[in-house]
């Protein structure tokens, strides 16, 4: 299934640049002015929103913007892709979404290198770790967190603390190739989402990456721009599109309110920052 038709939601113009083969929110743009790149997940190629916060960003500081917002995307979908480094280089300014700790390969489990929610195989490790799961039928990451926890939730925090590590990781190797520090951008759920997710598996992205582990990185980014966000469910997103709810649903985004939130912040953050 291609990213730009995903069921019955609106055509989303994805694009490529170059010799990369991720699909990028459309239109494509022209790389020969300068331009401020945007990295990272779904919230940033503004799944089931007309207009999101990187070209928002453009039309409220007039400076091009490059949406390299990639569908499901983890760290590691660009940490293996040397053409979008090099988009990223070449921007005057890197605004970096913080991803998810769950959509990269790790000690336990490999997932597809630009799919990065696709859940690959289990490591031997993770075999030994749960040797009563079936891990046949597993397709997706989320899938596969919600069996490991629903099984052992003793076990489960071995995981969790691999997936942590993982990232902090990958964060630094990714900070060191993009060369230029970039404006780190955290998305959040409003408090009480947080608070009735601890006892759990969470629901709200970025999974597993706490306030601490984003606060570790300020020494190594330009600055840290942090919004709360309350998230709306896909199929009330999809609704208001006039399309039909999705095969697989429960999934929640930012709304167009939450897209402008976030633009609002970044603008702020991109005009003061000398070029």
Known sequence: ???????????????????????????????????????????????????????????????????????????????????????????????LQVMDAANMSNRFYRVHPRRNDRFLRPSSVLEALYPETDFSEICFTWH????????????????????????????????????????????????????????????QRPLFVTSAMVEALRPRVRDIVTVEVAPEPVDHLLALAGAPPPRLGGASLPGPTGHEQIARALALALESAPR
Request: include cysteine; charged fraction near 20%.
């Open 144 to 203: 596969l967190l919600e069996v490991l926890h629903a099984t052992c939730r003793t076990r489960f925090e071995a995981v969790r603390e691999e997936l942590q590590c993982a990232w902090r990781a990958r964060i630094q190797t990714l900070l060191d190739r993009l060369e230029t520090p970039p404006h780190l951008l955290s998305l959040t759920a409003p408090a009480p989402e947080r608070a009735e997710a601890a006892s759990g598996l969470p629901k």
């Open 1 to 95: 299934m291609k990213h730009e038709h995903l069921g019955q939601e609106p055509y989303y113009g994805a694009c490529v640049y170059g010799q990369s083969k991720l699909l990028f929110r459309g239109p494509r743009r022209s790389l020969k002015a300068s331009y401020t790149a945007f990295v990272g997940s779904t919230e940033t190629f503004g799944r089931m929103v007309e207009t999101p916060f990187p070209a928002l960003v453009e039309q409220a500081t007039g400076h091009r913007a490059l949406n390299l917002g990639c569908m499901n995307a983890g760290i590691d979908a660009f940490l293996h892709d040397p053409q979008i480094l090099t988009l990223c280089r070449a921007a005057d300014q890197v605004v």
